[in-house]
């Protein structure tokens, strides 16, 4: 174990501490429906990232995984949502709920990579220019153009 992981487990028993939840961790999880590791591995090595398109595609992979994001979530990410520093961002999910979700270093890592070298050379639509992953029109990207890459 590094470094990086030490420092994120610690921010996420931080943060479960906060919240009050360290009860439910000692509960059992059954995943069996939980994707495997090498199969999540494999997903993400096989995205082509030397092209803008598998780029944004291998950020999107990263975070939805790093952060047990719901595709509807990731899709209205915004900019001014992620705490870098921290190791946080904030998440709208079913309902309007707000939530703090922590992010994993990797995830952040191609976040960021896609932000300052994908992303800026792009179309952003007026009143889009807050969201995280856009489509080739500028605009959010959708929950069924998630899907169907």
Do not use: W
């Amino acid at each position: 174990m590094n470094d990086e992981n030490i420092n994120y487990e610690e921010r996420v028993t931080v943060f479960i501490d906060i919240l009050g939840f360290k009860e439910m961790l000692a509960e059992t999880i059954d995943n069996k429906g939980a994707p495997r590791q090498n199969k999540i591995n494999a997903l993400i090595d096989a995205i082509n990232a030397s092209t803008p398109g598998g780029m944004r595609n291998k950020a999107i992979i990263e975070v939805l995984y790093g952060c047990g994001l719901r595709v509807s979530e990731l899709v209205n990410l915004k900019i001014s949502e992620v705490y870098q520093d921290e190791g946080f961002i904030k998440v709208i999910g079913k309902g309007n709920a707000e939530r703090l979700v922590p992010i994993g270093s990797s995830a952040l890592k191609y976040m960021l990579i896609y932000l300052s070298e994908i992303r800026v050379h792009n179309k952003i639509a007026e009143g889009y220019q807050d969201y995280i992953f856009l489509n080739n029109a500028g605009k959010n990207l959708s929950r069924i153009y998630i899907f169907k890459t």
